[in-house]
Nanobody, 124 residues
Framework: QVQLVESGGGLVQAGGSLRLSCADS????????VAWFRQAPGKEREFVAA???????YYSDSVRGRFTISRNNTNYTVYLQMNSLKPEDTAVYSC??????????????????WGQGTQVTVSS
């Protein structure tokens, strides 16, 4: 069973970069679609990006061109490279997994396994 742990969050100035990691201690993440979601205070959880087993990627309009999702199935980790960060990117970022044989979706309710989240704060 996949067991997800995020890392890499922190405080960064606007225009800066961060790379988030989502590591699977269960070593099964290669069988799953993995997505990143974020939730800012007082707002609903929002889809950010997803990557399928074969490497197909999907992005929300708000991050396309600035964020890049990738996966390394040999070290059981999915990454989210975040460039040109804006204050509105401030949120708790969580990775989530969905069985790879299921269709891709960007709805949080469709993801079964979740990490604990990591805080990203972008100062203006």
């Amino acid at each position: 069973q996949v067991q997800l742990v995020e890392s890499g969050g922190g405080l960064v100035q606007a225009g800066g970069s961060l790379r988030l990691s989502c590591a699977d201690s269960g070593r099964t993440v290669g069988r799953y679609i993995v997505a990143w979601f974020r939730q800012a205070p007082g707002k609903e959880r929002e889809f950010v990006a997803a990557v399928r087993i074969a490497g197909n990627t999907y992005y929300s309009d708000s991050v396309r061109g600035r964020f890049t999702i990738s996966r390394n199935n040999t070290n059981y980790t999915v990454y989210l490279q975040m460039n040109s960060l804006k204050p509105e990117d401030t949120a708790v970022y969580s990775c989530a997994a969905r069985y790879g044989f299921l269709p891709y979706t960007n709805y949080a309710r469709d993801y079964l396994y979740w990490g604990q989240g990591t805080q990203v704060t972008v100062s203006s």
